[in-house]
């Protein structure tokens, strides 16, 4: 148990410095030491960033689920694995234990076996955070089907393309979810996306919600009679290490989503070892993430992380706001949580509320405080630590990304001491740099750049699926030798990260991240629209929020500006989904462009912020007039 388990920041330095100086060594340590295997490794280590390929644990062979599940099974069988705490505070919690998850994902497995899911087969699962949801994860793990998860807040439009992109032919959803006091068609939503998706044969449908849905003759069936009928035990399929394990998509600054493909030995050796530490878990713990398993963070850090420690995982369907401000911290008493994972988004919500919300609730049972998502601004910051945490529990920023797997810059909670709005220090074995525009190495402290990582870790995403292209190009071109993560970032004095943003077309949104161009391409699609281009601009709850700048075609000029507004935004919520919507539209003649034809977005991002005062030099433009109109009319 060496160094499993980091306890003071000499041991974290110490252990640091031997992870970076001999990570094959390190990791091989730990993944020896902390996992069951069905036959070791003949390499620890491969890689070529060049290529890229990399390569962890090559020649081992192994089931995720085998040391997520079974190896708990006698220490831990009746021990609550995944506490489900439903949308209705009045509708029952449950718990399943681990022998309990067991069984429910090998019925699981086994129904997707009796369907024709193979070993290296796609399955998609569009699914609310209800237990099913978990455990579809693992049934396609356990059986070597690579799982696809779409957000359930996901449109039809962006279900289809993904479901397309990686040909998957099963789909698991269910009649509907509950969000606060609404409830969502889901399988609506399925059935749309379908019409585009000749290749999907088979539905499987949970009932969450009594809902009145169309089953679909010979594709559709209901989930739950099939499971009742499926055997108990389902023999894991014996993976090679760098087998993929999922697919999970991401915003790219193209249309096309990038499909993250993850395998299976380093992320599960990464995320296991990320969650003890980050989290400083223990035996008994109650540990909840508050995020949705349609992204990375749930994935990591919800699923596989927690349960490959035995841990107690909440698994929440509802959201922050009902049925009250009040919810997070009734669950936080109710279940006695330890550990909580949020995101600034969601603490900037709640801050606007009144203190009652949270004063009436019994939080001494929290441990450890975490964010995820986008920068923590230091006010939100503050207010977490001060009304949450009461000042006793250490905030730990987590920086990293769908494309990493697992945390890669964050404070060890009661080891490295926190500063608000700073991600700290890099997690063992993360090896940052700091680069210039020229593509060379900003050394020493003070200093801010753009964020690479020069060394791989286990838990990298290995391609994207079906285009080996896109992520080298995206990644691993602009510096030599790196790893690109898009961000900026800053190293102060004492070494600690900051990081400053995205330095791309992606701008995160409540936590999400949305690509530019998607969102332009379905402006466009509007009849009346010529061209557009989105920014963000700050927002106090969502940090960023979007502003569009839209150009008419001519016979658009003459419509309802109010109206095209609202049918824009109507557009965007099918194509991508309501998160993706528009703050603020302004219609303008004409866009900054540079010579090249190249959109001028940081003249635009200015605009929006109302900052105005330094707009650089505008003069080289095509079209230097178009700034003043934007400036004079813009909302
Ligand atoms: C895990 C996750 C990745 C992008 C990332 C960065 C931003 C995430 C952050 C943070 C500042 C933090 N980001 N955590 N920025 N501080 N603690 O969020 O993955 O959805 O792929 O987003 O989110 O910009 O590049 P993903």
Same mark, same amino acid.
């Given at each position: ?29 730990? #993944? ?15 890689? $070529? ?14 089931? /995720? ?12 069988? =009746? ?5 489900? =705490? ?57 059986? %070597?089907?690579?799982?696809?998860? +779409? ?13 397309? $992109? ?9 009649? %509907?979810?509950? !969000? ?10 399925? $059935?749309? #996306? ?13 009932? !969450? ?36 394990? @999922? ?21 599960? +050796? ?20 508050? #995020? ?9 850090? /919800? ?69 995820? %998502? =986008? ?65 060379? =190495? /900003? ?32 990644? @691993? ?55 557009? #281009? ?30 095209? !507004? ?34 001028? !977005? ?34």
């Amino acid at each position: 148990m060496s160094n499993y388990h980091i306890k003071h920041l000499e041991e974290y330095y110490q252990v640091y410095r031997k992870s970076v100086r001999n990570p094959e060594a390190f990791w091989e340590e730990i #993944a020896e030491e902390h996992f069951v295997w069905r036959k070791k490794w003949d390499n620890v280590l491969s890689w $070529d960033f060049s290529k890229p390929e990399i390569k962890w644990f090559e020649g081992a062979k192994l089931n /995720i689920t085998e040391n997520c599940i079974d190896r708990h099974l006698p220490t831990r069988g =009746e021990k609550t694995a995944i506490l489900f =705490e439903p949308n209705d505070p009045n509708e029952e919690a449950q718990h399943i234990t681990y022998r309990q998850l067991h069984e429910r994902v090998c019925r699981m497995a086994n129904v997707l076996k009796d369907h024709g899911v193979k070993k290296g087969d796609r399955v998609c699962i569009y699914l609310p955070m209800i237990p099913e949801l978990a455990i579809s994860l693992l049934a396609c793990a356990r059986i %070597g089907a690579i799982h696809s998860v +779409v957000f359930a807040g996901f449109s039809s439009n962006a279900l289809a393309t993904r479901i397309n $992109d990686s040909d998957c032919k099963v789909v698991l959803t269910s009649d %509907g979810s509950y !969000r606060g006091s609404k409830t969502i068609d889901l399988k609506g939503l399925v $059935d749309k #996306a379908l019409e585009e998706c000749p290749g999907v044969h088979t539905v499987l449908v949970t009932n !969450r919600i009594n809902g009145k849905v169309e089953m679909k003759e010979g594709r559709d069936k209901w989930l739950q009679p099939l499971l009742d009928e499926a055997y108990a035990d389902c023999v894991a399929e014996i993976m090679n290490a760098e087998d993929p394990l @999922f697919i999970l998509y991401t915003s790219g600054s193209t249309g096309r989503p990038k499909g993250m493909v993850h395998t299976t030995a380093g992320y599960m +050796v990464y995320t296991a070892y990320t969650f003890k530490n980050t989290f400083q878990y223990r035996e008994e713990d109650v540990y909840w993430c508050t #995020a949705d398993i349609g992204w990375i963070t749930g994935h990591s850090y /919800i699923v596989y992380g927690p349960l490959a420690n035995g841990a107690t995982t909440v698994m929440f369907e509802g959201v922050p706001s009902y049925p009250d401000f009040g919810r997070f911290w009734q669950v936080v008493q109710k279940h006695k949580v330890n550990q909580f994972y949020t995101a600034p988004t969601a603490i900037r919500a709640l801050a606007k509320e009144n203190l009652e919300f949270i004063d009436k609730y019994d939080l001494s049972s929290l441990k450890v405080l975490g964010s995820v %998502g =986008e920068p923590i601004n230091e006010e939100a910051w503050h207010w977490y630590n001060n009304n949450v945490g009461k000042k006793m529990s250490p905030i730990v920023d987590t920086w990293w990304q769908t494309e990493t797997g697992g945390i890669m810059i964050t404070p060890i909670p009661y080891v490295t001491p926190t500063t608000p709005t700073y991600a700290t220090l890099p997690f063992i074995g993360i090896q940052p740099a700091l680069m210039d525009e020229e593509g060379k =190495e /900003i050394k020493g402290n003070q200093v801010s750049g753009r964020l690479c990582i020069k060394f791989p870790w286990p838990s990298i995403a290995r391609t994207i699926w079906g285009d080996h292209d896109r992520y080298r190009d995206t990644y @691993f071109s602009a510096y030599k030798n790196m790893y690109f993560t898009g961000d900026g970032a800053l190293r102060d004095a004492v070494g600690y990260y900051r990081i400053t943003g995205r330095v791309d077309d992606v701008i995160i949104v409540s936590g999400h991240n949305l690509g530019t161009a998607p969102i332009e391409d379905s402006i466009n699609e509007h009849p009346a629209v010529a061209e557009s #281009a989105i920014v963000g601009f700050p927002h106090d709850i969502k940090g960023n929020a979007l502003y569009g700048y839209v150009i008419l075609k001519e016979f658009g000029e003459t419509r309802d500006r109010e109206n095209l !507004r609202k049918e824009i935004n109507q557009q965007i919520t099918e194509h991508i989904g309501p998160i993706a919507k528009l703050d603020k539209i302004q219609f303008v003649t004409g866009l900054p462009k540079t010579r090249s034809g190249k959109i001028m !977005r940081r003249i635009l991002r200015k605009i929006a912020s109302k900052d105005i005062s330094n707009l650089g030099d505008t003069s080289t433009l095509l079209n230097p007039e178009v700034v003043e109109e934007i400036i004079e009319n813009s909302l």
